[in-house]
């Protein structure tokens, strides 16, 4: 038996295995610095820790970066729609970066991970391990929206809903951030009127404003959001008053700043043979890379470079071609960065 302190409940183990590529060995005890796999286990998931009852430890969870890139997919048979839900829920317990939800307007389900080959994997398992049969539909990339100077708007919110008279008046000012810093807000408002409950709503006005840009509806990044001032009316302000102003006045504000779209962009590693180094390089440049270091590492040249996703679509196809099947690489997510 061994407990879960984040979870704060006991769980028993069925069995450990050490695993050997293609072949599991069971075990009876592991010690410090052995990997195993543990059978049995209904409530842990990824970047849990397992530890004794008497002497518990909870390590930092792992950090996971967001889905970069999107995919649409549907189930081949109508029927099996629920059955690819619940597969898909599976995936995205063991997998924290591998996301899905099911789009309000297209009706679409639609997956996010972080890279074209991420989704393929994830297809694969589908159709192996649950025999479930889709289409797909392209890959698109997951941008992000920012501002590029700062700006100022004041939103007087006034209406009358449900027969109640609802009255608030929000001053924001958004700035831009360097790039990585992600968003903060600043209380800077010296209104008496600014209560504890007021400010709250204006924050989760400011949150859900950032969900969904000024641009093409992409969230927003690195913007600093700084509340100036509130305008109030006895017996008239109250949350959703709030609320609804600052999302208005934070939208006013970004459409003034400036706003620019970021799209995500990925470090390259590829080994190629010394003889197809200048096809690659070329390639590389026409998909707009930026080259940072180039070494040999035994009878291969590693090549390390960054790419905007959006150019990196079906490179594996042409490495392949470009090198006679020689070459390989992999790629991660580093950063967002300005749409060329």
């Not at 029927?79 to 996301?99: C, G, M, S, V, Y």
């Not at 093409?216 to 609320?243: C, H, Q, W």
């Not at 999302?247 to 700043?257: E, P, S, V």
């Amino acid at each position: 038996q061994v407990y879960n302190p984040r979870k704060k409940a006991k769980e028993k183990l069925a069995r450990l295995l050490r695993m050997h590529s293609n072949k599991r060995e069971r075990i009876n005890e592991a010690s410090a610095g052995d990997i195993v796999a543990a059978m049995g286990l209904k409530l842990a998931s990824t970047g849990d820790t397992l530890c004794s009852e008497d002497k518990p430890i909870l390590f930092e969870p792992i950090e996971f970066k967001d889905p970069v890139i999107t995919m649409a997919v549907e189930p081949k048979k109508v029927q099996d729609h629920d059955r690819l839900i619940e597969a898909l829920n599976k995936l995205a317990d063991e997998d924290p970066t591998f996301k899905h939800k099911i789009d309000d307007e297209t009706g679409q389900i639609v997956i996010s991970g972080m890279g074209e080959l991420h989704l393929e994997v994830m297809m694969h398992r589908v159709r192996r391990e649950f025999s479930i049969e889709t289409n797909q539909g392209r890959p698109q990339v997951v941008y992000r929206e920012t501002i590029s100077e700062a700006a100022q708007h004041e939103e007087i919110f006034e209406r009358e809903i449900g027969g109640q008279h609802h009255y608030a008046g929000v001053l924001l000012e958004v700035r831009p951030l360097p790039r990585g810093t992600g968003n903060q807000f600043l209380d800077r408002c010296e209104s008496p009127d600014l209560t504890d409950i007021f400010l709250e709503a204006i924050q989760q006005g400011v949150r859900e404003a950032q969900n969904s840009g000024v641009l093409m509806g992409y969230p927003m990044l690195d913007v600093e959001t700084v509340l100036r001032d509130i305008k109030t009316k006895e017996n008239l302000s109250d949350e959703l008053a709030f609320r609804v102003a600052a999302i208005m006045a934070y939208k006013g504000a970004c459409q003034k700043a400036s706003p620019i779209l970021l799209e995500p962009i990925m470090r390259a590693e590829i080994l190629v043979p010394e003889e197809f180094m200048g096809e690659v390089i070329s390639d590389l440049n026409s998909r707009q890379g930026k080259i940072e270091n180039i070494a040999k590492k035994g009878p291969v040249q590693v090549i390390t470079a960054t790419v905007p996703l959006s150019k990196m679509f079906g490179y594996s196809t042409t490495l392949r071609s470009l090198t006679q099947g020689r070459g390989t690489f992999t790629m991660h997510f580093t950063h967002y960065d300005k749409v060329d």
